[in-house]
């Protein structure tokens, strides 16, 4: 039980809770952006038919797709956790609030969980087992020649 317990603490960490979040809303915002990057049409139409200009529809596919990779490398996670948590916030707003809460209506359940989510990077950062940790400790331990 011991063994177990001394396990247990070493996973007690908030940058194992943030990879374990950027991983998971990574790969989904990775998808989901690419969809709508291989579809920008269909999805800017879609767009267009609840009056979001065409070009929102590019930033919000490039966003979501190139945020999923920060998001995964651990880049940047602070500021892609405010671009994707405002555009869930949107997405709740204008597409799924309307059908309520349930994933099954099409409601805003998921797309709430990943703005929570999209949040909870903003609280944390990367953590220290991101790209983001390495360089800025690289940058503290290589001393600047002048």
Known sequence: M?????????????????LFIRIAIGLVFIN???FKVANI?????????MGIPAFLTYFVAYAEFIGGI?????????????????????AILKVHLPNGYHLANNGYEYVLVL???SMAMVTLGAGKYSLE?????????SPIQE
């Open 2 to 18: 011991n063994k177990i317990n001394q396990f247990m603490s070493r996973l007690d960490s908030p940058s194992f809770a943030s």
């Open 32 to 34: 989901s952006g690419w």
């Open 41 to 49: 049409e269909v999805i800017s139409g879609f767009f267009g038919m």
């Open 70 to 90: 920060l998001y995964i490398l651990g880049l940047f996670v602070k500021y892609v956790g405010v671009i994707t948590g405002v555009i869930m916030l949107v």
């Open 115 to 117: 703005m929570l989510c």
């Open 133 to 141: 940790y390495l360089l800025k400790r690289r940058k503290e331990v």
